[in-house]
Nanobody, 124 residues
Framework: QLQLVESGGGLVQPGGSLTLSCEAT????????IGWFRQVPGKEREEVSC????????TYADSVKGRFTLSRDNAKNTVYLQMNNLNPTDTGVYYC?????????????????WGQGTQVTVSS
């Protein structure tokens, strides 16, 4: 069974932090890329960050670079998105996403598997 299970969303004050997790079941992150997308109503889903362990590459969107950190727990086949210094523009539904190949997806068309989504709301 191929599945991505997300958790960690919630409500946070501006300047606060949240950590999202995504557990991958049915494929190994040693060989397949995994990333995070977020969606704001009225906009297309956009990539936030991605890890390709096989290529040794981690990428971040310009809007989150320096504030978000993607990491991996090898034993748990799980990735985390540590989000610091959150601001209201970070509000959205965050989706774990995997293309089922080694390169990071660039668009939603590259994604084969999606997590269920987790809501992140940054508000005072």
């Amino acid at each position: 069974q191929l599945q991505l299970v997300e958790s960690g969303g919630g409500l946070v004050q501006p300047g606060g932090s949240l950590t999202l997790s995504c557990e991958a079941t049915g494929f190994s992150l040693d060989y397949y890329a995994i990333g995070w997308f977020r969606q704001v109503p009225g906009k297309e889903r956009e990539e936030v960050s991605c890890l390709s362990s096989s290529q040794g590459t981690t990428t971040y969107a310009d809007s989150v670079k320096g504030r978000f950190t993607l990491s991996r727990d090898n034993a748990k086949n799980t990735v985390y998105l540590q989000m610091n210094n959150l601001n209201p523009t970070d509000t959205g539904v965050y989706y774990c996403a995997a293309p089922h190949y080694s390169s990071c997806p660039r668009t939603i068309r590259d994604v084969e598997y999606w997590g269920q989504g987790t809501q992140v709301t940054v508000s005072s």
